[in-house]
């Protein structure tokens, strides 16, 4: 939960905030009469059969989960999917078995003001379909809940949401948060058979299937642009072997071409989990155990308590799988491409095969954007950044702003902006007396702040670890240490020993290695200079420390540097996967 106001649960109805948002966000719903109405009692008993005993996650952190309905088509309320109260019961009585989550249904456009949905950890679009609204500002509302942390499901017809065939370009940034639009209909009728198959088979939100195909019966969708799996993880998909693909059933071309009709996946949109699902159509879903075993897994996830990973599947490799076991992220740090501006930096991560990137407050955003990736960004270049970043499979993980201000209003800016980035980690060298602040707007954004390391002139406090950790003391795991290597050994200090002092408040890592262990060191492929760093990854990997992102920071040989950070990428997949398989 986000906002201080208050959600007011019972056993046997759940309803909305007893506040004076009612007025501004909807009137309340009532289970009995709107969320599971004419179930009869011998589905409702199935679905309880079928629930799973326990969740795969268990948290002591009380989560709430909006489950929103409605069905819009050409500007009427529709009655919707015959599916939709019984995985309303289905979710609800789910969520009171395993105490993963409580419910709260709804289904007035207004809710999607993000005031309103901060209220909640997950919002779940069951079966949504149609132009839910036309106001900017809900639709927005939505999707910047999700961006900066908000988690989202979605149900069969939600891949059909924000869009009224032939017309896909009415809200195409819903498509860009879900993963795409359905566009094509549905090839195979509710009452025919397809086969799935596990693309995913050991990802934890497919763990229901234990890595089987399987028959199912449901009216499943085809997926257009902005669909590809270059931005997605996708867990299972259609197997065209075994599924009837005859042309005839008018399955896009594009479809026909590569055989990739996803079924679910997940996904990052900026710091919040998406989790979609085709499946739920047919009603007799709703007491299919493995079927409600997949949605409770994905609910977890969108909710933040079961982890799972989030790399797109085309840039999966067994290197990349290697380092998802270890709990390791790989990006590019911002002034490896200093001389690029952001938008033609993300290119590069891109084309390196990798997700996550840095970004840096004096870097130029794009070449129609002739701006500072700082405050002061209007609300639309903002959303241009984030289309570049979604569309790219591309996560900016951290963001390098020199100073964190003493002035709150001004401080608050620099945290406000990182959240509209979705970055999990401003790396900064703020002046001491300015910690108390700092710390205070961490816990406030959830946003961590890493404490950079230049050398003694720039950072008198920050280059020692001693000292970094000494001003640390006492405050939230949420402040601690951006490692800097190269300036680290430039000054002395040896990163194995300044590892082990830090421990865990190791936030983030800026990594680089040198020709020297001298004041005039340079930097070189990773794995061919002076640092130890197959001792420092082992150090990790053994402590079992996980920081925010391994930042490859090659300053040296910029506009040329690309074959040294090649070879810097390649060593660090070896390395990995050595090291994962030494855990197994």
Known sequence: MRLQAKLIVSLSVLILPLTNLMSDYGTAVNAADYAYTDIPDEDKARILKALPDVAQAQTSTER???????????????????????????????????????????????????????????????????????????????????WSGGGFVGVHAAGAT???????????????????????GHPWKPHEWINLKMDDPDHPVAYAFGGENFDVSDEVFQFSEPY?????????????????????????????????????WVKRYGRGDVFYSSLGHNVPLAWDEKVLQH???????????????????????????????????????????????????????????????????????????????????????????????????????TYFHFDLPRDETECRKIFEFAQQLGV?????????ENLDLIEKLCEEYRIKVGLHNHGKRLSPVYADPKKLLQACEGRSPLIGAAVDFGYWVREGVDPIEGLELLGDRVISLQVHDLDTLTAEAKDVPWGTGKIQLDAIL?????????????????SRDWGKSLPAIRQSIDWFDDQTLELARDAD
């Open 538 to 554: 082992e150090y990790f990997a053994k402590s079992g420390i996980q920081p925010v992102m391994f930042g490859l920071e090659y």
């Open 64 to 146: 709430r989960l909006l489950v929103f309905n409605l069905h819009i088509r050409e500007g009427e309320v529709m009655t919707g999917h015959p599916s939709v109260p019984y995985f309303n019961f289905a979710f609800q009585e789910m969520g009171r078995k395993t105490g993963a989550y409580t419910v709260t249904f709804g289904n007035d456009p207004k809710m999607l003001r993000k005031e309103f949905l901060e209220q909640f950890d997950a919002i779940v679009f069951n079966n949504t379909a149609g132009i839910l609204t036309e106001d900017p500002e809900l639709q927005w509302g939505l999707l910047d809940y999700v």
């Open 424 to 432: 999990e980690v401003i790396l900064s060298e703020p002046k001491v």
């Open 228 to 264: 590809s799996r270059e931005r997605l993880r996708v867990l299972m998909s259609i197997d065209t072997k075994r599924t009837d693909m005859d042309p005839a059933r008018r399955i896009l071309p594009e479809r026909l071409a590569d055989g990739d009709i996803a079924i679910s």
């Open 295 to 397: 949605y409770l897994d994905g609910i977890q996830f969108a909710l933040g308590d079961l982890p799972a990973p989030t790399t797109p599947s085309a840039k999966l490799s067994p290197a990349k799988e290697a380092q998802e076991q270890l709990g390791w992220r790989l990006g590019i740090e911002a002034y490896t491409f200093k001389d690029l501006t952001l938008f033609d930096a993300i290119d590069q991560v891109k084309d390196l095969g990798l997700a996550y990137t840095g970004g840096w407050n004096r870097q130029a955003v794009s070449k129609d954007i002739q701006k500072p990736l700082a405050p002061g960004l209007t609300t639309q270049e903002l959303r241009q950044i984030r289309s570049k970043l979604v569309m790219s499979g591309v996560s900016m993980l």
């Open 162 to 184: 924000f869009c009224q065939w032939p017309d896909y370009d009415i809200f195409p940034e819903f498509g860009e948060m879900l993963g795409g639009f359905e566009n094509g």
